[in-house]
């Protein structure tokens, strides 16, 4: 499939999960939920050597493993503050029950148990990572990125099983957390705390430094938290490059998404400079 | 006489079934399992893997295929009741804190999710694709019903049309999956799998509207959370809707909001008490339970038929 094609495979797909998530009472109150392309890219590569357009099936099949991922998004987005509002959290609850409800209902359509199977594994693979991140019960930060490279690739890695076709799935799992450290640097960079900083700080930050407060600009432990951050950046854009250079089989289109993606996160002279002070 | 006696003879399924939800739940992950474990050891009265067991003795019984949709229809109850807590944000579920009172939001969303997951592998053990077909049109309409409820919070000018409508999608429809998958999972003849789908669906109303009845008329002890909950949360049930009649007591309905007063709330259901909604309430879903027993006469005389009008009746006259 040329690359062109492939674009658009991808706007089918993005107009088929759009439609999915139409729901006039719940968009009143809750964000519209964020379509990743390159998710919808990634999912259509063992679909690249195909001739012509893929069929209404597969398409399906990919917008359910999106319609799951954004689902599981929402969900997320469940916070334990007090002072969000009620009605806007009640529905963030329902609004992940009812797309992942879609997704299986659209899989149960076309009969296609097998696919309903591997991805309700991924929804249990996906949810024991965001507790295990959560409670920041991890010995060090090989084992922190381990589960969450299994946070963020289990739909993607599930539907490859399916496929049959694993080629993919170490680059595109690379990509994704890559995709996932730059949200998380941006976020660190603004000031917000995620599960995922909480747990690195956990195993990166001594106890002395995490007090002093991650989430204050140029403390002593925001800037190591930043400074481990980038470490954990340039190792894993390291890995998806030598994943490039090693895979004989890397298609144009995944390759073109990757280069695209790959500079966007190059680390400040400052943390740079405070990572190789150490 | 106790629920579970009524089906005495299913007892070493019914703990079957109870192992399975037990093996179901673990997880690499020993918070979700703790989290999970906690719902499952609170109780419940297992009305729907019983209905599943029950219908599928209509067809070529075998309790190790029987278990799977047994077992899944459970867990996505269970995972429904995890969801609901966080969105009602209750302290309490069968007298127990709830997950997320025990532990928090994020816990709750996580287990649920975890045990919607589960209860979709266990499905999947069903090789019959108008099964999934059935649940899966059936949990899209749950949530629709859900979304609808919260749309129709402190919304007094609805209709007896809008409540039926809720509780078929918040209640009535699970059941009557339950007991049409029981008879699918076991080869039942689709004339029968469709008129328990008839019956469970009836059960269902009279069940829920009972439901809405206690609210109003059970103490807090009997119902593991405050009386009149639903009421002060603006869901407007059978009983609340019936009350409306009277235009005095209408005039204190609609005045009652999230932040009114446990004294204002009590003062309310008096009211209502004071009325004749709540016989009015009994006579409709006496008439749902009628309408159940009839559809069972539809059904070959046997032991499961005798067993399913029981439940339907002890259902019909239940007191907590």
């Given amino acids: 499939m040329k690359f062109i094609d492939c674009n658009h495979q991808a706007n089918i797909i993005h107009q088929y999960v759009e439609e999915q998530l139409h729901h006039s009472y719940l968009k009143e109150y809750i964000d519209h939920p964020y379509i990743d392309r390159d998710r919808i890219h990634f999912l259509l590569l063992p679909f690249a050597e195909a001739d012509g357009d893929i069929s209404l099936e597969e398409v399906q099949w990919i917008s359910t493993a999106m319609l799951l991922q954004i689902a599981l998004d929402t969900h997320e987005k469940v916070t334990n503050s007090e002072f969000d509002p009620l009605k806007e959290r009640q529905l963030t609850v329902l609004a992940g029950v009812y797309f992942s409800s879609l997704y299986y209902k659209i899989l149960a359509e076309t009969d296609e148990v097998d696919l309903i199977a591997i991805l309700a594994k991924a929804i249990k693979e996906v949810n024991e990572s965001k507790i295990s991140i959560y409670k920041g019960d991890h010995a060090d930060i090989t084992a922190l990125m381990k589960t969450l490279k299994k946070r963020e690739a289990s739909i993607i890695s599930n539907f490859f099983a399916f496929m049959d076709d694993s080629r993919w799935e170490e680059v595109v799992s690379d990509v994704l957390v890559y995709k996932r450290l730059i949200q998380e640097r941006s976020s660190l960079e603004e000031t917000e705390t995620t599960t995922f900083l909480q747990a690195l700080a956990k195993v990166s930050l001594p106890s002395a430094l995490r007090e002093s407060g991650l989430l204050k600009k140029k403390s002593e432990g925001h800037r190591h938290l930043l400074s481990s951050l980038d470490r954990l950046i340039e190792g894993v854009k390291a890995a998806v490059h030598r994943n490039m250079e090693d895979g004989g089989l890397i298609a144009p289109n995944l390759k073109k998404i990757v280069l695209e993606l790959l500079p966007y996160a190059e680390p400040r002279e400052m943390t740079k400079l405070y990572a190789e002070e150490g | ?320």
């Fill in chain 2, 1 to 320: 006489m106790k629920l579970n006696r009524l089906y005495s003879f299913l007892k070493a399924d019914i703990e079957e079934i109870e192992k399975e939800l037990e093996v179901a739940i673990q997880s690499d992950s020993s918070l979700l399992q703790e989290a999970s474990l906690h719902l499952l050891q609170a109780g419940g009265k297992r009305i729907r893997p019983v209905f599943v067991l029950l219908s599928a003795k209509y067809g070529d019984y075998d309790i190790n295929v029987v278990k799977h949709a047994a077992v899944s229809l459970e867990l996505m109850h269970m995972a429904s009741l995890v969801h609901d807590d966080v969105i009602d944000d209750a302290e309490l579920r069968r007298g127990k804190p709830t997950i997320k009172a025990q532990w928090d939001n994020r816990v709750a969303m996580y287990t649920g999710d975890y045990i919607f997951a589960r209860a979709l592998e266990y499905m999947t053990h069903i090789r019959v694709p108008e099964a999934h077909r059935i649940l899966s049109h059936t949990l899209v309409e749950l949530c629709k019903g859900e979304i609808a409820q919260i749309q129709d919070k402190y919304r007094y000018d609805q209709h007896l049309r809008d409540y039926l409508l809720r509780i078929k999608r918040k209640t009535a429809l699970l059941i009557a999956v339950s007991c049409q998958l029981g008879a699918i999972s076991s080869g039942a003849p689709e004339e029968v799998h469709k008129r328990l789908f008839n019956f469970g669906y009836n059960v269902g109303m009279s069940y829920q509207i009972i439901d809405d009845i206690l609210d109003l008329t059970s103490t807090e002890k009997e119902l593991g959370k405050p009386a009149g909950s639903d009421l002060w949360q603006g869901n407007i049930t059978l009983p609340v809707l019936y009350a409306m009649d009277v235009p005095e007591v209408k005039g204190k309905i609609i005045r009652v909001r999230e932040e009114s007063s446990p004294e204002e709330i009590q003062s309310v259901i008096e009211a209502i008490r004071g009325t004749d909604a709540i016989e009015r309430s009994y006579a409709l879903s006496k008439r749902y339970l009628d309408r159940a027993l009839e559809d069972l006469d539809h059904l070959p005389a046997n032991k499961v038929k005798r067993t399913l009008k029981n439940i339907a009746n002890y259902i019909g006259k239940r007191k907590y």
